[in-house]
Protein backbone atom coordinates (compact mmCIF):
# COMPACT_ATOMS: atom_id res chain seq x y z
CA UNK A 1 0.00 0.00 0.00
CA UNK A 2 2.70 1.73 1.05
CA UNK A 3 4.68 1.66 -2.43
CA UNK A 4 0.86 2.16 -4.43
CA UNK A 5 1.34 5.37 -2.52
CA UNK A 6 4.86 6.32 -3.40
CA UNK A 7 3.97 5.67 -6.73
CA UNK A 8 1.29 7.31 -7.16
CA UNK A 9 2.74 10.53 -6.05
CA UNK A 10 5.18 10.26 -8.69
CA UNK A 11 2.78 10.07 -11.41
CA UNK A 12 1.02 12.97 -9.89
CA UNK A 13 4.39 14.75 -9.67
CA UNK A 14 5.13 14.14 -13.42
CA UNK A 15 1.19 14.57 -14.42
CA UNK A 16 1.17 17.84 -12.99
CA UNK A 17 3.90 19.49 -15.13
CA UNK A 18 3.46 17.66 -17.99
CA UNK A 19 2.24 19.79 -20.45
CA UNK A 20 5.07 19.97 -23.02
CA UNK A 21 4.64 16.48 -24.31
CA UNK A 22 3.17 16.25 -28.00
CA UNK A 23 4.05 12.13 -28.21
CA UNK A 24 2.27 9.31 -27.32
CA UNK A 25 4.03 5.71 -27.13
CA UNK A 26 1.17 2.77 -26.29
CA UNK A 27 2.94 -0.83 -25.92
CA UNK A 28 0.96 -3.88 -26.74
CA UNK A 29 3.16 -6.62 -24.87
CA UNK A 30 1.49 -9.57 -26.78
CA UNK A 31 2.47 -11.75 -29.67
CA UNK A 32 1.16 -14.57 -31.22
CA UNK A 33 4.54 -16.62 -31.28
CA UNK A 34 7.93 -15.68 -29.75
CA UNK A 35 10.71 -15.05 -32.27
CA UNK A 36 14.42 -16.93 -31.27
CA UNK A 37 15.80 -13.48 -31.02
CA UNK A 38 13.36 -11.52 -29.40
CA UNK A 39 14.03 -9.16 -26.02
CA UNK A 40 11.55 -7.34 -26.17
CA UNK A 41 9.20 -6.85 -23.26
CA UNK A 42 6.34 -9.26 -24.51
CA UNK A 43 4.20 -12.07 -23.69
CA UNK A 44 2.57 -14.87 -25.60
CA UNK A 45 -1.13 -13.53 -26.58
CA UNK A 46 -4.15 -15.18 -24.27
CA UNK A 47 -7.53 -13.09 -24.61
CA UNK A 48 -7.52 -13.64 -20.78
CA UNK A 49 -4.28 -11.15 -19.97
CA UNK A 50 -5.27 -9.00 -23.21
CA UNK A 51 -8.22 -7.91 -21.95
CA UNK A 52 -8.09 -6.92 -18.25
CA UNK A 53 -4.57 -4.82 -19.80
CA UNK A 54 -6.49 -3.33 -21.80
CA UNK A 55 -8.37 -2.30 -18.93
CA UNK A 56 -5.45 -0.95 -16.96
CA UNK A 57 -3.72 0.76 -19.99
CA UNK A 58 -7.11 2.65 -20.41
CA UNK A 59 -6.71 3.92 -16.61
CA UNK A 60 -3.00 4.68 -17.51
CA UNK A 61 -4.03 6.71 -20.13
CA UNK A 62 -6.80 8.42 -18.40
CA UNK A 63 -4.44 9.35 -15.22
CA UNK A 64 -1.90 11.24 -17.90
CA UNK A 65 -4.80 12.76 -19.81
CA UNK A 66 -2.18 13.43 -22.98
CA UNK A 67 -3.41 16.66 -24.73
CA UNK A 68 -2.89 18.09 -27.96
CA UNK A 69 -0.61 15.13 -29.10
CA UNK A 70 1.65 15.77 -32.39
CA UNK A 71 2.29 11.87 -32.63
CA UNK A 72 0.77 8.83 -31.65
CA UNK A 73 2.96 5.36 -31.93
CA UNK A 74 1.52 2.13 -30.93
CA UNK A 75 4.26 -0.53 -30.63
CA UNK A 76 4.98 -3.87 -29.43
CA UNK A 77 4.80 -6.84 -28.60
CA UNK A 78 2.47 -7.00 -32.04
CA UNK A 79 -0.73 -4.70 -31.22
CA UNK A 80 -2.13 -6.78 -34.16
CA UNK A 81 -2.24 -9.90 -32.25
CA UNK A 82 -5.33 -8.76 -30.18
CA UNK A 83 -8.32 -10.38 -31.72
CA UNK A 84 -10.73 -8.24 -34.09
CA UNK A 85 -12.76 -7.22 -30.95
CA UNK A 86 -10.09 -6.24 -28.90
CA UNK A 87 -7.96 -4.62 -31.74
CA UNK A 88 -11.33 -2.36 -31.70
CA UNK A 89 -11.18 -1.86 -28.37
CA UNK A 90 -7.82 -0.48 -28.38
CA UNK A 91 -8.93 2.29 -30.97
CA UNK A 92 -11.50 2.87 -29.08
CA UNK A 93 -9.42 3.60 -26.53
CA UNK A 94 -6.55 5.53 -27.92
CA UNK A 95 -9.82 7.99 -29.37
CA UNK A 96 -10.40 9.98 -26.87
CA UNK A 97 -6.79 11.40 -27.24
CA UNK A 98 -5.93 11.32 -30.88
CA UNK A 99 -7.49 14.24 -32.32
CA UNK A 100 -5.36 16.48 -34.09
CA UNK A 101 -2.63 14.45 -33.95
CA UNK A 102 -0.70 14.46 -37.32
CA UNK A 103 1.13 11.37 -37.20
CA UNK A 104 -0.48 7.77 -35.56
CA UNK A 105 1.28 5.03 -36.04
CA UNK A 106 0.66 1.09 -35.42
CA UNK A 107 3.24 -1.77 -35.49
CA UNK A 108 2.30 -5.02 -37.22
CA UNK A 109 3.06 -8.02 -38.19
CA UNK A 110 2.13 -9.30 -42.12
CA UNK A 111 0.23 -12.31 -40.78
CA UNK A 112 -1.48 -10.82 -38.43
CA UNK A 113 -3.10 -7.69 -40.42
CA UNK A 114 -5.95 -8.83 -41.92
CA UNK A 115 -8.29 -6.33 -44.39
CA UNK A 116 -10.56 -5.79 -41.44
CA UNK A 117 -7.80 -4.52 -38.76
CA UNK A 118 -7.02 -2.01 -41.77
CA UNK A 119 -10.34 -0.87 -42.33
CA UNK A 120 -10.80 -0.04 -38.79
CA UNK A 121 -7.28 1.91 -38.07
CA UNK A 122 -8.32 3.70 -41.18
CA UNK A 123 -11.75 4.74 -39.88
CA UNK A 124 -10.04 5.75 -36.13
CA UNK A 125 -7.30 7.75 -38.17
CA UNK A 126 -4.29 5.87 -38.13
CA UNK A 127 -2.30 6.51 -41.49
CA UNK A 128 1.51 5.08 -40.94
CA UNK A 129 1.73 1.19 -40.87
CA UNK A 130 5.42 -0.09 -39.33
CA UNK A 131 5.83 -3.56 -40.41
CA UNK A 132 8.13 -6.49 -38.76
CA UNK A 133 9.46 -8.06 -41.82
CA UNK A 134 13.06 -8.51 -41.00
CA UNK A 135 14.12 -10.23 -43.96
CA UNK A 136 12.20 -11.19 -47.06
CA UNK A 137 14.14 -14.90 -46.85
CA UNK A 138 11.47 -17.77 -45.75
CA UNK A 139 14.29 -19.94 -44.93
CA UNK A 140 15.77 -17.44 -42.68
CA UNK A 141 11.91 -16.58 -41.50
CA UNK A 142 11.59 -20.02 -40.30
CA UNK A 143 14.92 -20.41 -38.66
CA UNK A 144 14.13 -17.40 -35.89
CA UNK A 145 10.51 -18.41 -35.57
CA UNK A 146 9.11 -15.71 -37.79
CA UNK A 147 5.21 -16.78 -38.25
CA UNK A 148 5.16 -15.25 -41.78
CA UNK A 149 6.61 -15.72 -44.93
CA UNK A 150 7.56 -12.85 -47.58
CA UNK A 151 3.86 -13.36 -49.60
CA UNK A 152 2.31 -12.44 -46.16
CA UNK A 153 4.61 -9.09 -46.39
CA UNK A 154 3.58 -8.91 -50.10
CA UNK A 155 -0.59 -9.36 -49.14
CA UNK A 156 0.24 -7.28 -46.46
CA UNK A 157 1.41 -4.14 -48.07
CA UNK A 158 -0.94 -4.48 -50.96
CA UNK A 159 -3.83 -4.57 -48.77
CA UNK A 160 -2.73 -1.40 -46.94
CA UNK A 161 -2.59 0.37 -50.03
CA UNK A 162 -5.71 -0.50 -51.04
CA UNK A 163 -7.09 -0.09 -47.34
CA UNK A 164 -5.97 4.42 -48.44
CA UNK A 165 -2.32 3.45 -45.86
CA UNK A 166 0.33 4.42 -47.49
CA UNK A 167 2.75 5.55 -45.30
CA UNK A 168 4.39 2.18 -44.39
CA UNK A 169 7.73 1.23 -42.84
CA UNK A 170 9.31 -2.29 -42.83
CA UNK A 171 11.79 -3.34 -40.34
CA UNK A 172 14.74 -5.37 -41.68
CA UNK A 173 17.25 -7.12 -39.24
CA UNK A 174 21.26 -7.41 -40.56
CA UNK A 175 22.96 -10.10 -39.16
CA UNK A 176 20.23 -12.95 -39.02
CA UNK A 177 21.39 -16.71 -39.20
CA UNK A 178 22.27 -17.54 -42.79
CA UNK A 179 22.23 -13.87 -43.44
CA UNK A 180 24.87 -13.09 -46.43
CA UNK A 181 25.37 -10.60 -48.63
CA UNK A 182 23.99 -11.87 -51.76
CA UNK A 183 20.67 -12.24 -49.55
CA UNK A 184 20.95 -8.85 -48.20
CA UNK A 185 20.83 -7.39 -52.03
CA UNK A 186 17.71 -9.69 -52.48
CA UNK A 187 15.85 -8.31 -49.41
CA UNK A 188 16.65 -4.68 -50.71
CA UNK A 189 15.62 -4.78 -54.06
CA UNK A 190 12.28 -7.15 -52.94
CA UNK A 191 11.47 -4.40 -50.56
CA UNK A 192 12.05 -1.21 -52.95
CA UNK A 193 9.54 -2.85 -55.09
CA UNK A 194 6.89 -3.15 -52.70
CA UNK A 195 7.23 1.01 -52.99
CA UNK A 196 7.30 1.91 -49.29
CA UNK A 197 8.18 5.34 -47.60
CA UNK A 198 10.53 4.14 -44.93
CA UNK A 199 13.28 1.26 -44.31
CA UNK A 200 14.77 0.90 -41.01
CA UNK A 201 17.83 -1.30 -40.48
CA UNK A 202 18.85 -2.58 -37.58
CA UNK A 203 21.61 -4.88 -36.73
CA UNK A 204 21.35 -8.57 -34.41
CA UNK A 205 21.45 -8.19 -30.90
CA UNK A 206 21.92 -11.78 -29.43
CA UNK A 207 20.90 -11.15 -25.94
CA UNK A 208 21.98 -14.42 -23.52
CA UNK A 209 19.00 -15.06 -22.48
CA UNK A 210 17.40 -15.36 -26.18
CA UNK A 211 16.47 -19.16 -27.78
CA UNK A 212 18.82 -17.91 -30.47
CA UNK A 213 21.76 -17.73 -27.73
CA UNK A 214 20.88 -20.79 -26.30
CA UNK A 215 21.00 -22.10 -29.81
CA UNK A 216 24.41 -20.96 -29.87
CA UNK A 217 24.28 -18.20 -32.29
CA UNK A 218 26.45 -15.28 -32.09
CA UNK A 219 26.39 -11.55 -33.16
CA UNK A 220 28.10 -10.94 -36.81
CA UNK A 221 31.81 -9.43 -37.09
CA UNK A 222 32.23 -5.94 -36.99
CA UNK A 223 34.00 -5.42 -40.22
CA UNK A 224 31.00 -7.91 -41.64
CA UNK A 225 28.13 -6.00 -40.45
CA UNK A 226 29.90 -2.51 -42.09
CA UNK A 227 30.11 -4.32 -45.37
CA UNK A 228 26.06 -4.86 -44.91
CA UNK A 229 25.69 -1.46 -43.96
CA UNK A 230 27.77 -0.41 -46.90
CA UNK A 231 25.17 -2.29 -49.38
CA UNK A 232 22.16 -0.70 -47.51
CA UNK A 233 23.74 2.59 -47.93
CA UNK A 234 24.66 2.34 -51.77
CA UNK A 235 21.00 0.46 -52.62
CA UNK A 236 19.00 2.84 -50.46
CA UNK A 237 20.00 6.26 -51.10
CA UNK A 238 20.48 5.50 -55.47
CA UNK A 239 17.01 5.09 -54.77
CA UNK A 240 16.09 8.14 -53.46
CA UNK A 241 16.26 7.25 -49.83
CA UNK A 242 17.71 9.55 -47.05
CA UNK A 243 19.57 8.13 -44.42
CA UNK A 244 17.87 10.52 -41.71
CA UNK A 245 19.01 8.11 -38.69
CA UNK A 246 21.69 5.58 -38.08
CA UNK A 247 19.01 2.89 -38.79
CA UNK A 248 16.60 4.70 -40.99
CA UNK A 249 15.94 5.80 -44.62
CA UNK A 250 13.19 7.11 -45.83
CA UNK A 251 11.60 9.03 -49.07
CA UNK A 252 11.83 12.69 -48.71
CA UNK A 253 9.58 14.05 -46.04
CA UNK A 254 8.71 10.69 -44.81
CA UNK A 255 10.85 9.93 -42.09
CA UNK A 256 9.19 9.15 -38.51
CA UNK A 257 7.84 12.37 -36.75
CA UNK A 258 7.40 10.36 -33.59
CA UNK A 259 10.56 8.83 -33.46
CA UNK A 260 12.15 12.36 -34.23
CA UNK A 261 10.83 13.32 -30.88
CA UNK A 262 13.03 10.89 -29.48
CA UNK A 263 16.30 12.27 -30.79
CA UNK A 264 15.61 15.56 -30.62
CA UNK A 265 15.45 14.59 -26.90
CA UNK A 266 11.79 16.42 -26.80
CA UNK A 267 9.16 14.72 -23.91
CA UNK A 268 6.86 12.23 -24.41
CA UNK A 269 4.22 10.08 -22.27
CA UNK A 270 5.32 6.30 -22.34
CA UNK A 271 2.03 3.76 -21.47
CA UNK A 272 2.28 0.16 -21.06
CA UNK A 273 4.19 -2.81 -19.72
CA UNK A 274 7.64 -1.84 -19.91
CA UNK A 275 7.74 1.53 -21.46
CA UNK A 276 9.49 4.08 -21.22
CA UNK A 277 8.59 8.29 -20.79
CA UNK A 278 10.34 10.98 -20.86
CA UNK A 279 8.24 14.20 -18.93
CA UNK A 280 9.59 17.41 -17.02
CA UNK A 281 13.23 16.11 -17.14
CA UNK A 282 11.84 12.63 -15.55
CA UNK A 283 13.18 9.54 -17.65
CA UNK A 284 10.89 6.80 -15.89
CA UNK A 285 10.58 3.25 -17.03
CA UNK A 286 6.93 0.96 -16.28
CA UNK A 287 6.67 -2.20 -14.82
CA UNK A 288 7.09 -5.57 -17.02
CA UNK A 289 5.87 -7.38 -14.26
CA UNK A 290 2.13 -7.92 -15.83
CA UNK A 291 0.55 -8.85 -11.99
CA UNK A 292 1.59 -5.37 -11.13
CA UNK A 293 0.40 -3.57 -14.01
CA UNK A 294 -2.86 -5.22 -13.65
CA UNK A 295 -2.91 -4.16 -10.67
CA UNK A 296 -2.36 -0.28 -11.75
CA UNK A 297 1.15 -0.07 -10.23
CA UNK A 298 2.31 1.22 -13.24
CA UNK A 299 5.44 2.64 -13.07
CA UNK A 300 9.14 0.68 -11.78
CA UNK A 301 11.84 3.48 -11.93
CA UNK A 302 12.52 7.03 -12.28
CA UNK A 303 15.71 9.09 -13.18
CA UNK A 304 15.07 12.75 -12.17
CA UNK A 305 17.46 14.41 -14.74
CA UNK A 306 20.18 17.36 -13.57
CA UNK A 307 21.62 19.53 -16.08
CA UNK A 308 24.53 17.19 -17.12
CA UNK A 309 22.46 14.06 -17.81
CA UNK A 310 20.38 16.55 -20.25
CA UNK A 311 23.58 17.52 -21.97
CA UNK A 312 24.63 13.88 -22.06
CA UNK A 313 20.76 12.55 -23.64
CA UNK A 314 20.99 15.36 -26.00
CA UNK A 315 24.14 15.15 -27.49
CA UNK A 316 24.14 11.38 -27.54
CA UNK A 317 20.67 11.91 -29.23
CA UNK A 318 20.53 14.92 -31.62
CA UNK A 319 24.21 13.32 -33.24
CA UNK A 320 21.87 10.20 -34.22
CA UNK A 321 19.76 11.94 -36.88
CA UNK A 322 21.15 13.96 -40.06
CA UNK A 323 19.21 16.99 -38.21
CA UNK A 324 22.77 17.11 -35.92
CA UNK A 325 23.54 19.24 -32.70
CA UNK A 326 22.61 22.88 -32.19
CA UNK A 327 25.70 24.14 -31.09
CA UNK A 328 23.62 27.49 -30.14
CA UNK A 329 21.15 25.98 -28.49
CA UNK A 330 23.87 24.36 -26.22
CA UNK A 331 25.01 27.25 -25.39
CA UNK A 332 21.33 28.73 -24.49
CA UNK A 333 20.48 25.73 -22.80
CA UNK A 334 23.65 24.74 -21.29
CA UNK A 335 25.74 27.44 -21.28
CA UNK A 336 28.13 25.18 -23.29
CA UNK A 337 30.48 26.60 -25.78
CA UNK A 338 31.02 22.77 -26.84
CA UNK A 339 33.04 23.43 -30.05
CA UNK A 340 35.57 25.93 -28.11
CA UNK A 341 35.45 22.89 -25.42
CA UNK A 342 36.45 20.62 -27.51
CA UNK A 343 37.88 22.32 -30.53
CA UNK A 344 40.55 20.13 -31.44
CA UNK A 345 38.49 16.43 -31.24
CA UNK A 346 35.57 18.64 -33.26
CA UNK A 347 38.34 19.65 -35.95
CA UNK A 348 40.21 16.12 -36.38
CA UNK A 349 36.25 14.59 -36.67
CA UNK A 350 35.71 17.06 -39.36
CA UNK A 351 38.82 16.84 -40.98
CA UNK A 352 38.13 12.78 -41.05
CA UNK A 353 34.98 13.19 -42.38
CA UNK A 354 32.81 12.46 -39.77
CA UNK A 355 31.33 14.83 -38.76
CA UNK A 356 30.09 18.49 -40.61
CA UNK A 357 29.04 21.94 -39.86
CA UNK A 358 25.90 23.40 -41.25
CA UNK A 359 25.12 26.53 -39.98
CA UNK A 360 24.95 26.03 -35.88
CA UNK A 361 24.60 22.59 -36.64
CA UNK A 362 27.28 19.86 -35.58
CA UNK A 363 26.29 16.67 -38.27
CA UNK A 364 27.57 13.29 -38.46
CA UNK A 365 28.18 12.30 -42.17
CA UNK A 366 27.55 8.03 -43.07
CA UNK A 367 30.78 7.62 -42.25
CA UNK A 368 30.52 9.32 -38.51
CA UNK A 369 27.13 7.42 -38.23
CA UNK A 370 29.04 4.02 -38.45
CA UNK A 371 31.46 4.92 -35.69
CA UNK A 372 28.61 7.29 -33.49
CA UNK A 373 29.05 5.50 -30.12
CA UNK A 374 33.24 6.86 -30.26
CA UNK A 375 32.36 9.92 -31.18
CA UNK A 376 29.69 10.67 -28.26
CA UNK A 377 32.20 9.59 -26.30
CA UNK A 378 34.76 11.71 -26.97
CA UNK A 379 32.32 14.50 -27.10
CA UNK A 380 31.07 13.80 -23.52
S1 LIG B 1 6.99 -10.20 -33.00
FE1 LIG B 1 8.46 -8.71 -32.22
S2 LIG B 1 7.98 -8.46 -30.05
FE2 LIG B 1 6.97 -10.34 -30.75
S3 LIG B 1 8.38 -11.98 -30.26
FE3 LIG B 1 8.81 -11.35 -32.37
S4 LIG B 1 10.39 -9.79 -32.22
FE4 LIG B 1 9.51 -10.07 -30.17
Not at 101 to 107: G, L, N, Q, R, W
Not at 140 to 155: C, E, G, M, P
Not at 172 to 184: F, M, T, V
Not at 200 to 217: D, E, N
Request: aromatic letters at 12%; proline letters at 3%; a neutral charge.
Amino acid sequence: MLLMKKLLKKLLTINKMSNQAKSLYIHIPFCEKICDYCDFTKLQYFRNFAVPYLESLKKELDFYQPHSLSTIYVGGGTPTALELDLFQQLLEIIAPFSTGVIEYTFEANPESLSKEKISLMKQFGVNRVSLGVQTTDDKILAAINRSHRFKDVQTAINNLKKGGIENINVDLILGLPYASKRLLIKDLNRILSLGVKHISCYSLTVHPHTVLYRKGYREIDDDILREYYDIVEEILTKNNYIHYEVSNYCLPSFESKHNLTYWRNEHYYGVGLGTSGYLDNVRYKNTKNLNKYLKGQYLDEEEILNDQDRLFYQIMLNLRTIEGLSLKELKEDFSLDLYQQKKDIIDEFIKQKYLYTEGDYLKPTYQGMMILDAIILKLI
